[in-house]
């Protein structure tokens, strides 16, 4: 476990070899036999799962929590909890209100699920900086919150309505960038955008919405002297030299994308970049050998700005 080796990695760094992150997540609370619901609402069996699992996979950094759903549920969105799967948003409060119309207030850490997670790297921390493992946090990207504030319209009124879609856009990136300081009080040494569904737009929609509603988060955390990145999902091959210049240190891709590809953006900006163990195709499904995948990712990441991990 290198925790500095993979702040390296991220800040695309030479590193001689590269580190490796389980993005655990829910998998945390299989580890340690509770329902996932259940170890998301209680700080102490989340501290629990989250070490047991970066201990089990030997992790030079892994997530406090991979949830999506906190920052929208801080704003006011409900949610539908789940034994084995994280929350769902259930509500879109901006779907047919402006942000001022439904008096949306930016979250405290006070607010919705923060407390808990504020006590649970209270917890895990110490047990983390032990194993010389980083701590990191991960907050739901301005296009993917924007989903949760005003539903799938989001992705027509980014063309159809764009004056709606800025004004919930820019309120996602400042609850971002509120998030980002939450994780940076409660000791994250690396802190992620994580916004999934901004490969589903083009490249010039990126840029006008999605680039300038981060810029406020990564300002947080270099202010605060940390290590930031992006994690994007999906075929994001059209926007993908935007997600290597919007501002973070490094990015982080799924299996749909060809890590040599990947790696020659990452190179060319002078950014980190993570992935690409078949998430699908081999973890779950088992259709390819898990460790002939991860010698091949290996082979394509190379030792230059390159983390291992689930893609």
């Given at each position: 476990?290198?925790?500095?080796?993979?702040?390296d990695a991220?800040?695309?760094?030479k590193?001689?070899s590269?580190?490796w992150?389980?993005?655990?997540?829910?998998?945390?609370?299989?580890?340690?036999?509770?329902?996932?619901?259940?170890?998301?609402?209680?700080?102490?069996?989340?501290?629990?799962?989250v070490?047991?699992?970066?201990?089990?996979?030997?992790?030079?950094?892994?997530?406090?929590?991979?949830?999506?759903?906190?920052?929208?549920?801080?704003?006011?969105?409900?949610?539908?909890?789940?034994?084995?799967?994280?929350?769902?948003?259930?509500?879109h409060?901006?779907s047919?209100?402006?942000?001022a119309?439904?008096?949306?207030?930016?979250?405290?850490?006070?607010s919705?699920?923060?407390p808990i997670l504020?006590?649970?790297?209270?917890?895990?921390?110490p047990?983390?900086?032990q194993?010389?493992?980083?701590?990191?946090?991960?907050?739901?990207?301005?296009?993917?919150?924007?989903?949760?504030?005003?539903?799938?319209?989001?992705?027509t009124?980014?063309?159809?309505?764009?004056?709606?879609?800025?004004?919930?856009?820019?309120?996602?990136?400042q609850?971002?960038?509120?998030?980002?300081?939450?994780?940076?009080?409660?000791?994250?040494?690396?802190?992620?955008?994580?916004?999934?569904?901004?490969?589903?737009?083009?490249?010039?929609?990126?840029?006008?919405?999605?680039?300038?509603?981060?810029?406020?988060?990564?300002?947080?955390?270099?202010?605060?002297?940390?290590?930031?990145?992006?994690?994007?999902?999906?075929?994001?091959?059209?926007?993908?030299?935007?997600?290597a210049?919007?501002?973070?240190?490094?990015?982080?891709?799924?299996?749909?994308l060809?890590?040599?590809?990947?790696?020659?953006?990452?190179?060319?900006?002078?950014?980190?970049?993570?992935?690409?163990?078949?998430?699908?195709?081999?973890?779950?499904?088992?259709l390819?050998?898990?460790?002939?995948?991860?010698?091949?990712?290996?082979?394509?990441?190379?030792t230059?700005?390159?983390?291992?991990a689930?893609?």
């Open positions: 476990m290198a925790k500095q080796l993979l702040i991220i800040r695309g760094k590193t001689p590269p580190p992150v389980p993005y655990a997540g829910v998998h945390c609370a299989f580890l340690i036999g509770e329902p996932a619901d259940k170890m998301l609402k209680d700080p102490e069996l989340l501290a629990k799962g070490t047991f699992a970066a201990k089990r996979y030997h992790a030079d950094g892994i997530p406090l929590v991979f949830d999506l759903s906190v920052e929208a549920n801080s704003v006011g969105c409900d949610l539908k909890w789940w034994p084995d799967n994280v929350p769902s948003v259930t509500n409060p901006l047919d209100k402006s942000v119309e439904a008096g949306l207030k930016l979250p405290t850490k006070e919705g699920r923060w504020f006590e649970a790297a209270r917890l895990a921390k047990q983390l900086e194993m010389d493992c980083a701590l990191m946090g991960l907050f739901c990207g301005p296009l993917t919150l924007a989903s949760h504030l005003a539903g799938v319209r989001i992705f009124d980014v063309y159809k309505n764009k004056e709606k879609a800025h004004d919930v856009l820019k309120f996602a990136g609850v971002g960038a509120r998030a980002a300081q939450l994780y940076a009080e409660m000791g994250a040494d690396i802190i992620a955008i994580v916004d999934p569904v901004a490969s589903q737009i083009k490249d010039a929609t990126f840029k006008e919405f999605v680039h300038p509603y981060c810029q406020d988060a990564i300002k947080v955390i270099n202010d605060a002297g940390l290590t930031s990145s992006f994690f994007i999902c999906g075929d994001a091959t059209k926007v993908l030299e935007s997600v210049q919007v501002g973070t240190h490094g990015f982080a891709i799924d299996e749909q060809n890590l040599n590809f990947v790696r020659d953006i990452a190179i060319k900006h002078k950014v980190g970049f993570g992935g690409n163990l078949k998430l699908t195709l081999a973890l779950s499904l088992g390819l050998s898990p460790r002939e995948d991860a010698i091949v990712s290996l082979a394509a990441g190379g230059t700005g390159y983390c291992f689930p893609g």
